[in-house]
């Protein structure tokens, strides 16, 4: 059946998962995990504390090596990248507990985002000619004029990261991954510990990225509201596996989401599965 | 009290703590990006010592051949050993790693010895003899021109490190490897510039310090005098290390010219304990790494 004009056709994905499995030892933190994040889009990993998702990131930016299947950016095979090459393809990310450079104000730390992408080389550094001049000064005009005024920490460039409030730390976070000049933007949870009004900021901040800088979205989030938002497509994930994904609409009305994740009494319907399971799998 | 003799003193004293501190600076640049406790640091200035040595006195070569030779030379051992001995540790408590640098030292000595064998030997002369007169001060020219190479060396080491992309990049992996990593930075690789970087100067600091003294292979006990100063400085500190480097100097001096010859390592030691005592944060206390 041709597909109705008004519906445009799904462009290629520009990340993909594909039967992602990660073991440390006998444990399996990731198993056959796959989903795909199309261009332009929100998506977002959800699931309870130990799903896996953090896992699921650190395999995607490169720091874990998975034991099976692939992870493919624009197309391409990257499951053998090293992280230091993807961040130069465009795959940015932030980290659950900040990781800033301590000790460097707020515009080293951004500046060092595009790191990737100079080419200055030692002898230009030092007499500052030619190219390091030049990159220097696109920098900062890129830095300065939208990056800094986007996110709105214009008043604290210059002041060193660790005497910042929590919020604008996540803030400078993201200030520097979109100094990386990504095409993915890989959030690991934006807004937890933030008060209800930091939130709605950032939950602004990453529609914006979204939508005046033209930055795929993927997040591991914890604040349900902000995750159904906010997001085009939702992954559920529990125990290292994909139990549901889809629109946030037909994610919520899931009846293995509610029962997984986000119903009642949850803690105690988990357990009672998870030995369920066990003892069938141990009788089997 | 005689105030000139004193000042001639000090003088003497703050010009050796030049090499420490350029010693010190080499420790310190592999600590803090890799955080290894090179223990093998004397043994490596050793090396740059010899390999000057060989470049000038047994090929003779120009003296700036011999220099350039021997800091490449052990900027290529500071590669090998990074990758050979070091690398391959990543991720091992820090102990053991610590350990084989206490082995390396024990190697790169049986090398020396097997290679040049054991007897003392001077380098050829190549710093101008007039003697330098700070006021009415005379100071030991080899001293000053020592003090005044570590310190235009440290001055550019510097440069380097605050303007250029490198140096830039070492000094992120040093606040945060995760982070560094993720934002395109070569991680390993800035562990190797690291060590090539550190071996480097440390050959400049050896061919001074045989300059001056003569060399032998057991000239890494230098390297004892330059763990006092990293520890007295702050193990992560680079100003720590010149501060450091040139307070042992001027302790050491003043010790040997007071109290005798015998008594500078004493006084250095000392120093140590006391400022351990007040900042106990030793080589494998805590996280937390005192400035001084």
């Known amino acids: ?80 990248t090293p992280a230091p090459q993807r961040a130069k393809l465009g ?43 030049r990159e220097e000064a696109e920098l900062r005009r890129d830095v300065e004029e939208r990056i800094i005024d986007f996110l709105e920490i214009d008043h604290i ?32 949870e934006p807004v937890a ?41 939702v992954v559920v994930l529990n125990f290292g596996q994909v139990i549901a994904q889809g629109a946030p609409a037909h994610v919520q009305a899931d009846p293995e989401v509610i029962r997984a994740y986000l ?22 | 009290m005689d105030w000139a003799y004193l000042f001639e003193i000090s003088l003497t004293g703050v010009a050796s703590g030049g090499l420490y501190a350029l010693a010190a600076l080499a420790f310190v640049l592999v600590y803090k990006a890799t955080r290894v406790v090179n223990i093998a640091i004397g043994e490596m200035l050793m090396i740059g010592a010899y390999l000057f040595f060989t470049f000038s006195a047994t090929f003779s070569l120009p003296i700036w051949a011999a220099v350039i030779g021997a800091v490449i030379g052990t900027g290529l051992l500071g590669a090998i050993v990074e990758r050979t001995m070091i690398r391959p540790l990543l991720g091992e408590p820090p102990i053991s790693v610590f350990m084989v640098t206490v082995g390396l030292a024990s190697v790169l000595v049986g090398l020396v010895e097997i290679i040049w064998t054991a007897d003392q030997r001077r380098l050829p002369e190549f710093l ?40 830039v990049a070492l000094r992120a992996t040093a606040s945060d490897q995760a ?44 390297g004892l005098s330059v763990l006092v100063v990293v520890i007295v400085g702050g193990l992560d500190s680079v100003l720590g290390a010149l501060i450091g480097g040139v307070f042992i100097g001027l302790v050491e001096a003043l010790a ?22 007040v900042r106990p944060y030793g080589l494998f206390g805590t996280h937390e790494i005192e400035r001084l």
């Open chain 2, 128 to 167: 101008p003899n007039t003697p330098i007169m700070v006021g009415e001060a005379f100071l030991a020219p080899k001293v000053a021109y020592g003090a005044l190479i570590a310190a235009g060396l440290i001055g550019a080491v510097l440069l380097v490190f605050r303007f250029w992309r490198g140096g």
């Open chain 1, 263 to 284: 119903g009642a009494g949850d803690v105690g319907d988990l357990r009672r599965k998870l030995r369920g399971e066990q003892t069938v799998a141990g009788v089997a």
């Open chain 2, 179 to 222: 982070a560094a990593y993720s934002m395109g930075i070569n991680v390993p690789r800035v562990f190797s510039l690291a060590w090539v970087a550190s071996a480097m100067i440390a050959a400049v600091a050896g061919i001074m310090v045989g300059a001056i003294g003569g060399i032998s292979s057991t000239m890494g006990v230098f």
């Open chain 1, 91 to 133: 795959l940015a990310r932030s980290f659950q507990n900040i990781a800033l450079f301590r000790g460097m104000t707020v515009l080293d730390n951004i500046k060092l985002g595009r790191h990737a992408h100079l080419k200055t080389n030692v002898l230009e550094a030092l007499f500052y000619v030619g190219r390091a001049r």
């Open chain 2, 256 to 277: 040997g010219t007071f109290l005798g010859g015998e008594y500078k390592l004493l006084a250095t030691f000392i120093v140590l304990v006391l400022v351990l005592m």
């Open chain 1, 1 to 80: 059946m041709p597909q109705p004009a008004a519906v445009p056709a799904p462009a290629a994905p520009v990340l993909q998962v594909e039967a992602l499995t990660l073991a440390f030892g006998g444990v399996k933190a990731l198993t056959g995990v796959g989903f795909s994040v199309q261009p332009g889009s929100i998506t977002a990993v959800i699931g309870p504390n130990g799903a896996g998702k953090t896992s699921l990131f650190n395999t995607i930016s490169g720091f874990y090596r998975p034991s099976a299947g692939r992870v493919l950016f624009e197309g391409a095979d990257i499951t053998r």
């Open chain 1, 157 to 188: 460039r210059h002041a060193p990261v660790s005497a910042l409030p929590y919020g604008l730390q996540k803030r400078v976070e993201m200030a520097r991954a979109l100094a990386m000049q990504p095409k993915v933007l890989m959030l690991d």
């Open chain 1, 193 to 233: 510990g933030m008060n209800r009004e930091e939130t709605e900021d950032m939950a602004r901040f990453i529609l914006d990225v979204r939508d005046e800088w033209g930055v795929t979205v993927l997040m591991v989030e914890h604040d349900m509201g902000m995750v159904m938002d906010l997001s085009d497509h």
